[in-house]
């Protein structure tokens, strides 16, 4: 293992991950959030889903160096009494949980769908063209809640299975088509290569050449993309819960938090829905910096 990650750091890729400050910084927030939500039940000081747990008379309580009395809270506690601390790290949970899920699945169907049409070409291609184009005309949330009633209409006692898998549905629904489309233009341009007219020459099958010789090829460009999409599909998670789509209230991600803080933010009670909204700034954020530099060090033209 310690071998392994000294090559790394000898490579080309982790030279420029150590000359980078930007890309250490971002590793370093996205590992202590990572490491906060993998580990929860260790760091969290309270499990906030525990009902029994849960004192009504701490609810609204303010953070620990604003609150007065014995019993404090670091960051204070929402309307239910749940510790904001615990809250967060549980809810990070979940919406790290959905966009890896969600994006995981969106790269399975876009680069599968988008290396046939490029590679294949013809009628295959122009119908996966226009399923991308009528498929970019639906946003995330308008799929959302067509498929929240539908998946509520046919499984009306099931409502916690259905909120996640309206969620990962409607992210990966709408989120495929940017694979499929990047695919298709890489798969494109190493078609007509001459690795790939030998192997159709010597008799290779086309799957098998698709499979062996054009996916690794045309991986880099999607493994930046989905680094990307992992803090867009955070974001998306966050917006619908906070539309009351995603998360139920009994395990709520950071966007029920903060919908939840929304109702009391201009009452007093700010760190209800700042320090969610905060957690879930800090997470896009470093993804998306991570992407940014990862798309630098795989881009020989940018160096």
């Known amino acids: 293992m310690r071998a392994a990650i000294a090559r790394w ?13 930007m890309a250490m910084f971002a590793a370093a927030v996205a590992f202590v959030c990572v490491f ?6 260790f760091v969290a000081p309270h499990d906030p889903f525990d009902l029994t747990t849960l004192v009504l008379s701490d609810a609204r309580k303010p953070p620990a160096w604003m609150a007065e009395g014995t019993r404090t809270y670091l960051l204070g506690t929402d309307d239910q009494g749940r510790d904001i601390l615990s809250a967060v790290i549980y809810g990070a949970r979940i919406s790290l949980v959905v966009g890896i899920v969600s994006v995981l699945l969106s790269v399975l169907i876009g680069v599968t769908l988008g290396l046939l049409a490029g590679f294949r ?3 295959i291609d122009a119908f996966i063209m226009r399923l991308c184009d009528v ?13 929240a009633g539908v998946g509520r209409a046919l499984f009306p006692n099931a409502q916690n299975s259905v909120a996640f898998g309206v ?21 494109l341009v190493e078609r007509n290569k ?31 993309l989905a680094t990307i999409h992992v803090a867009t599909a955070i974001i998306t998670e966050a917006t619908l819960s906070f539309l009351g789509v995603g998360a139920p209230p009994t395990q709520p991600s950071l966007g029920t938090l903060i919908r939840i803080g929304n109702d009391y933010l201009f009452s007093g009670e700010w760190w209800i829905t700042i320090f969610p909204g905060t957690m879930l700034v800090l997470i896009a954020l470093s ?7 990862l798309r630098d060090a795989l881009n020989p033209r940018l160096q």
């Open 287 to 293: 993804v998306n910096l991570l992407g940014d530099w």
């Open 135 to 147: 498929m970019l005309s639906f946003p995330a949330i308008l799929v959302a809640l067509l498929i």
């Open 121 to 123: 070409g013809g009628w």
């Open 36 to 41: 906060s939500v993998v580990f929860a039940a």
């Open 194 to 224: 001459e690795y790939v007219q030998a192997a159709r020459v010597t008799g290779v099958a086309p799957l098998r050449i698709m499979r062996r010789h054009v996916l690794p090829n045309v991986l880099g460009p999607v493994l930046v």
């Open 167 to 187: 969620l990962i549905l409607s992210i990966t629904l709408t989120g495929w088509v940017q694979y499929a489309r990047t695919v298709r233009g890489s798969t």
């Open 9 to 21: 750091f000898d490579s080309d890729l982790g030279y420029s991950f150590r000359t980078s400050p």
